[in-house]
Nanobody
Framework: QVQLEESGGGLVQPGGSLRLSCAVS????????MAWFRQAPGKEREFVAA??????TFYGDSVKYRFTISRNGPDTVYLQMNTLKSEDTAVYYC????????????????????WGQGTQVTVSS
């Protein structure tokens, strides 16, 4: 059984940084894609970033050039968040897709098979 566990969330001031971690337990295919989504109160779940095993990365427009997704081996993914803004406040979810979907599909939450419970990130002074 595959389980994902996020950590690293918290309260940070605008302009600050946080690094989220996601540890995967259980077996996932070698071609799996790992990603981060977020959901703010009253809003739909939003794509943040994804990374293929090949190293190719994808970012949502609102976080491009501020956030960086990275992987450490097959079972850990990180999200480095810099220059945080109040609008980045949300619950952040780690996700894994068993399939190496085409680029367009990676932005869709329905392409992902496994999800973590989420970690709260609050950006406020």
């Amino acid at each position: 059984q595959v389980q994902l566990e996020e950590s690293g969330g918290g309260l940070v001031q605008p302009g600050g940084s946080l690094r989220l971690s996601c540890a995967v337990s259980g077996e996932i295919p070698s071609e799996s894609v790992m990603a981060w989504f977020r959901q703010a109160p009253g809003k739909e779940r939003e794509f943040v970033a994804a990374r293929r095993r090949s190293g190719q990365t994808f970012y949502g427009d609102s976080v491009k050039y501020r956030f960086t997704i990275s992987r450490n081996g097959p079972d850990t993914v990180y999200l480095q968040m810099n220059t945080l803004k109040s609008e980045d406040t949300a619950v952040y979810y780690c996700a894994v897709s068993r399939r190496n979907w085409n680029s367009g599909s990676l932005y869709n939450s329905r392409s992902y098979d496994y999800w973590g419970q989420g970690t709260q990130v609050t950006v406020s002074s």
